[in-house]
């Protein structure tokens, strides 16, 4: 295999896991921009991801799989903000709370319902989604550079994929372009200037978790009837931790979000062509250290050692009035 | 007549139902609805919760595995609270405890040549330190430099994770052995289980994990407490915690008391290690957390981060934990994971949601003064 | 008395106003018997308030007086009790700022709604955008606002982030963005407390010409000489209830003041002249600048002497928060020292707030909420605060609670603190009580020198005499005051010597017995009649 063709494939296969990250990172950046902190990704894709299998694999219909799994996400979306916007709770409990409930949730009812130690059934070929080849792929193949780019790289994805992608230009819109997008922005600042100039802040936030709750229930839905053939435990695997934090990489911003989703996208998919290869000068590169790096890249951001990460002002704040 | 009166005039619940009642109500909520969850499946929660507490309490072996528990939630419990009262929220106890579990590993495995009586101080010593260690990065960050110690904790558990497998599979594992596991360490480096303890003085008790971490434990819930309500570092740990301001005006560092309340806190999670590497499993391994970290934060919230309520929700999680086990046997649609739900529903209503049922509670109190008041 | 034809409606003690026909007159805001509770607190009671149409309506009163609760019912922004609101003769419901928005109100909070990320033109479309897509409205806007813009005054940059506009400019962009929503009452809430006088003077040539474009204004204050330079009528609140009406033309400020306080103000605190002795505080050109990199201190050489009070008057925001804390060794200086009971302090040595006070220096903090006190502290454990590593307090390793407890109940009964509870939180007191605690664990510290901000603020007026007596006793026990006030008459009464800071600089020094409110007005706002001109370069000499 050529470095070209190798290369294409990581390339690949980073578009492949990167989509979760795009989209729960996009997911955060709503809740987060209305001011309310979201560390519930985790478990509101884990609970998508299970409801999306589970209901796939009962009617056969892939699109109802999606449909329960944007209705659990959206549900446990609504949770944190009956919590943490109705009743001023910490978000950060609340979060924690989701991600634990979702964790066990999972497990208890896909052991009661399918008896399998808490997986669902393989799903059959209807049951997900499958690749959409661009016309003309195969025929280009063969064609040097271009073919590859055009039928390994962009060709033969599932919908999601390009959903997810198309996602980006769309949130950017909504939050530049649109009255929606200005009162998002302005309620994760100042609450009060959204409350004065007669916005309930609260209906701004429900929506913007709503909103939220849709993303995220794409990306467990891409998890188990996408990516995979069914629902594993605990198949997120931290994923909702490391789309927080190509949010905050990308400084709650549409599109570095979206780049910062795909370099630590990238670095998983390098993690695993990278094991037991031994690189000319370097030498093996333990894959620990590479599956480490969005975590230790974030840290490094955060402590401001490159550029300042700087949240919406009223983040992880209860919006009150003052007295 | 003080309390109907301050009810009435002030719309203020009395502190007896503020403390206690209302972190019952929540925990008895959250209960209702794990219920609710088992009705769901299936299965009567009446018959789950006999089952349940047969076998946390029902025979003497349940009991030690009860407390066992009990130990690793009192440590990460206690870790929690003590950075809650510096306004500090560490949801990194499970990765600090896994770096507490590692200095226990790395002293036992050097010096288990040693008498009993040089490794038990080395390994807590190694433990606390650990642990503090790995709170230090994200604590220092957060006083120096403003970096959101929720996030930079989260990111630490994961590098914890990354960094115990890179250790164990490249440097710890026992040559010619597949899983990645250190040796095992000698005999008399381990920590005496209580029943073996309870046999020095003629008192049969069956065995069980349950060791002298125990007792470690339950010293510490009393130096916590001393520490936090009642002495000067203590308080300036809690100004700081209430009102940073507040603190500067009154001279006391801020940044100082986030590294000390953080170390502390890292420390006392780094002491899971000593339960589970040196008095339950005694060798290194992976995952030997398991999550107990988490559970640190519905025990704290619960335990409204007072050492007796931590006492009495680590007692809880721990006979949930015991008695969850024992649940797979007799009903095969329910595991042990009903109790992750309970944990995630605890930390929803005790902590999220602890007000939500105030004003009915204020209204009822209300109702009884207008009525003492009358009559 | 002109009593029949006044507008504002009915005063406590007389019978409820729903009661009174209507004059005839067209009222653009009539309220009829409003409540306000707060959980305890009954913030407005039985309110009522008629303003003519095209008038400019003063409302007056101390703070805490409910004049600004009153004003957020009518904005919507919080809800009443009970009562009803009539809005140009007919009963409108206000539920939320939308509602009183389409009701025609606008209102200038006290505090800004402004995001500070946001363009001037972002804050003022922001619930007003037009559509779901943002560039028509904005367009739109942008014509309307120029057209604003012209017609009052109201001149800035509508492209600039607000963030990077000056507190006089932000009231503008709030003014603009009630127009904009075409308010035709407009309410403003304290508008002249971070204004010089001269930005005042512009604010009132704002005002005078909307009125003259027949938009009604009603002006919440608790200034006398505001009220009588530009208001048509007025309305006093004391308490949480409506206590006159007045034509302004008709009425003097002594009377206003008697009305406001509710009985005759002692405008003089009975002192002995001041004994000064030796020097305890000297400031030789101090300067600091904050974490925004904003020079907030720009050279402040003075001195206290022991036995004497030295007041600084200043309109807040003008670096006495700043110098206070500066002395106070919680913030460091950027250039210059100062030495206290002859330890020198500068930039490479800056005082720490445990060491200073360890020198003899209490302090009682301007914001005792945010500063001074641990809300969720027991009274016993507030008051101890700052002197925590007292080995009085503390035993080898425990702190000794016996002593902690006898300490706070010696300080209550001195202070006169009510309740006497040790272990009553500081939240559950009340403001004056709060401020007899601070006061009280700094003095009884019996420091060389005090230094006190804002002492009354919040507090009622039975503690206020109180809190007054308690300075003036330290004077003349010989020990150093400094006094920091955004209260002219507070400055005034207890002054020994009065210093007036503006824009960082020390402007000048009066003598409490030639000091009036118009030279120390002139002086805050950077201007030394005495001298010709500004006096800020004669002051840095």
Redesign the interface.
């Known amino acids: 295999m050529d470095y070209f063709t190798l290369f294409i494939l990581i390339l690949d296969s980073t578009l492949r896991v990167s989509v979760p990250l795009v989209l729960a990172s996009l997911a955060g950046l709503f809740s987060e921009r209305s001011g309310v902190v979201d560390i519930g990704l985790e478990g509101k894709m884990l609970a998508a991801a299970f409801a999306s299998a589970a209901a796939a694999y009962v009617t056969g219909s892939v699109w109802i799989g999606l449909l329960a799994g944007v209705g659990v996400s959206m549900a446990l979306a609504m949770v944190h903000g009956f919590a943490c916007v109705t009743h001023n709770g910490n978000q950060i409990v609340s979060g924690v709370a989701i991600n634990i409930l979702a964790s066990g949730l999972t497990v208890i009812l896909g052991i009661a319902w399918f008896s399998r130690g808490g997986q669902t059934p393989p799903l059959p070929p209807s049951a997900r989604f499958q690749s959409l080849e661009f016309p003309g792929a195969a025929a280009l193949a063969d064609v040097p550079v271009i073919g590859g780019i055009y039928s390994e790289l962009l060709s033969g994805h599932n919908i999601l994929v390009y959903a997810a992608f198309l996602a980006v230009p769309l949130v950017w819109w909504i939050l530049y372009r649109t009255r929606f997008g200005l009162r998002l922005r302005a309620v994760g600042e100042n609450p009060e200037a959204v409350d004065t100039a007669g916005i309930s802040v609260a209906k701004m936030r429900y929506m913007a978790l709503a909103c939220g709750g849709v993303l995220t229930g794409v990306a467990g839905a891409y998890l188990a009837t996408a990516q995979s053939a069914g629902f594993i435990r605990e198949m997120t695997a931290g994923k909702g931790f490391i789309a927080l934090a190509a949010l905050i990489f990308g400084k709650w911003r549409p599109v570095p979000a979206m780049l910062s989703a795909l370099l630590f996208g990238f670095l998983d998919a390098v993690a695993i062509r990278l094991q037991g290869v031994s690189l000319p000068l370097i030498g093996e590169i333990p894959v620990q250290f590479i599956q480490a790096l969005p975590y230790v890249l974030t840290v490094v951001l955060l402590a401001g050692f490159i550029g300042k990460a700087v949240a919406p002002k009223a983040i992880g704040v209860p919006y009150v009035k003052e007295r | 007549m003080s309390t109907a009166s301050s009810v009435l005039k002030e719309g203020r619940l009395p502190r007896w139902a503020e403390i206690a009642l209302l972190p019952a109500i929540n925990v008895i909520v959250a209960l209702l609805v794990g219920g609710l969850v088992v009705v769901l499946i299936g299965e009567n929660p009446l018959e789950v919760v006999k089952v349940l507490l047969w076998g946390a309490f029902g025979f003497q072996e349940a009991i030690g595995y009860t407390l066992y528990y009990t130990t690793n939630f009192i440590f990460t419990g206690l870790a929690v609270a003590v950075a809650f009262h510096c306004g500090l929220f560490n949801i990194g106890g499970e990765g600090q405890a896994y770096l507490g579990g590692l200095g226990v590993g790395l002293v036992v495995l050097a010096f288990d040549g040693q008498p009993f009586y040089v490794i038990l101080p080395l390994a807590m010593i190694a433990a606390g330190l650990f642990g503090a260690a790995w709170a230090f990065i994200p604590a220092y960050l957060q006083a120096k430099r403003g970096s959101h110690i929720v996030i930079t904790t989260i990111m630490f558990n994961f590098i914890a994770s990354t960094l115990m497998v890179y250790l164990l599979v490249n440097i710890f594992i026992k040559p010619g052995q597949m899983s990645p596991e250190s040796r095992e360490f000698a005999e008399n480096a381990w920590l005496p289980f209580i029943h073996e303890m309870l046999g020095w003085f003629g008192i049969s008790f069956e065995p069980s994990p349950l060791n002298m971490s125990f007792l470690w434990a339950l010293a510490l819930l009393v130096l916590v407490w001393l520490f936090i309500w009642h002495t000067r570092w203590g308080y300036e740990l809690r100004t700081v915690g209430q009102n940073e301001n507040a603190a500067r005006y009154a001279g006391i560092s801020p940044v100082r008391n986030i590294i000390i309340s953080m170390l502390i806190s890292g420390a006392l999670a780094g002491f899971l290690g000593l339960n589970e590497i040196l008095g339950v499993q005694h060798r290194l391994l992976l995952n030997f957390t398991a999550g107990y970290g988490f559970v640190g934060i519905a025990v704290a919230l619960m335990g409204r981060s007072h050492p007796v309520g931590i006492l009495l929700a680590a007692l809880l999680f721990g006979a949930l934990y015991q008695g969850g086990a024992e649940l797979s046997f007799e009903f095969p649609r329910i595991t042990r994971d009903l109790v992750v739900v309970i944990q995630g529903l605890v930390i929803l209503f005790a902590g999220a949601l602890e007000y939500l049922f105030k004003p009915q509670l204020l209204a009822i109190f209300r109702r009884i003064a207008l009525m003492r008041a009358g009559g | 008395m002109t009593g029949q034809n006044i507008p504002g409606g009915s005063t406590a003690g007389d019978a409820p106003c729903a009661a009174q026909p209507a004059q005839g007159h067209d009222f653009a805001i009539e309220l009829r018997d409003i409540n306000k509770h707060?959980?305890?607190v009954h913030a407005n009671k039985d309110v009522c308030l008629r303003v003519r149409k095209g008038s400019v309506h003063g409302i007056i009163g101390e703070n805490g007086a409910g004049k600004s609760t009153l004003m957020s019912i009518l904005?919507g922004?919080?809800q009443a009790s009970s009562g009803t609101i009539f809005i140009n003769g007919r009963e409108t419901k206000i539920r939320?700022?939308?509602a009183?928005?389409a009701a025609g109100i606008g209102?200038v909070?006290q505090?800004f709604?402004?995001?500070?990320?946001?363009t001037v033109l972002?804050?003022i479309?922001?619930?007003?955008?037009g559509?779901?897509?943002?560039?028509e409205?904005v367009r739109a806007a942008r014509a309307a606002l120029q057209r604003l813009e012209r017609e009052y005054e109201l001149q800035v940059d509508i492209d600039a982030v607000v963030g990077d506009l000056s507190v006089g400019l932000l009231q503008r962009v709030e003014i603009l963005?009630a127009l904009y929503r075409g308010a035709d009452i407009l309410v403003l809430d304290e508008p002249t407390g971070v204004l010089t006088p001269q930005e005042a003077d512009h604010l009132f040539r704002i005002l005078a010409a909307l009125k003259a474009q027949g938009k009604t204004i009603v002006f919440i204050t608790h200034k006398l000489r505001e009220i009588m330079a530009i208001t048509d009528y007025v309305s006093v609140m004391r308490h949480g209830e409506m206590v006159a009406h007045r034509v302004t033309a008709e009425t003097s400020p002594e009377e206003l003041a008697e009305l406001m306080v509710g009985r005759k103000v002692l405008l003089r605190v009975d002192k002995t002249p001041a004994h000064p002795a030796a020097t305890v505080l000297e400031t030789d050109n101090l300067a600091m600048t904050d974490a925004n990199g904003v020079q907030r201190l720009k050279g402040v050489s003075f001195s206290v002497r022991a036995g004497e009070i030295v007041g600084i008057a200043g309109v807040a925001g003008n670096g006495q928060s700043e110098l206070l804390e500066v002395l106070?060794?919680?913030q460091p200086p950027s250039g210059g020292r100062f030495v206290f009971n002859g330890h020198a302090y500068d930039a490479a040595h800056p005082a720490?707030?445990?060491?200073i006070?360890a020198q003899g220096l209490g302090?009682v903090?301007e914001d005792r909420n945010?500063?001074?006190?641990?809300?969720?502290?027991s009274a016993a454990?507030a008051a101890i605060?700052?002197r925590?590593?007292d080995p009085l307090?503390?035993g080898l390793?425990?702190?000794d609670?016996r002593r902690i407890r006898e300490n706070c109940l010696h300080l209550m009964e001195k202070y006169d603190v009510r309740p006497v509870d040790p272990a009553l939180p500081a939240a559950?007191f009340s403001g004056g009580n709060q401020q007899k605690i601070v006061l009280a664990r700094e003095i009884e510290r019996d420091p060389d020198l005090l230094l006190v901000g804002q002492p009354t603020r919040g507090v009622d007026i039975g503690a206020i005499e109180f809190i007054h007596r308690r300075i003036i006793e330290m004077r003349d026990a010989g020990k150093a005051v400094l006094l920091v006030s955004v209260e002219l008459d507070e400055i005034m009464s207890l002054s020994d010597r009065i210093l007036v800071m503006f824009d960082g600089i020390i402007v000048g020094e009066v003598d409490p017995a030639e000091a009036d409110e118009k030279l120390l007005g002139l002086m805050m706002a950077g201007v030394d009649p005495r001298r010709d001109g500004p006096s800020r370069e004669g002051a840095q000499a």
């Open positions: 707060f959980g305890p904005y922004y919080y939320d700022p939308q009183a928005i209102m909070f505090h709604k402004l995001v500070d990320t946001f972002e804050n479309v922001l619930g007003a955008e559509g779901f897509l943002l560039a409205g963005k106070a060794g919680m720490d707030a445990r060491g006070r302090h903090p945010r500063l001074g006190l641990v809300s969720s502290f454990e605060l700052g925590q590593d307090f503390n390793i425990l702190m609670e559950n």
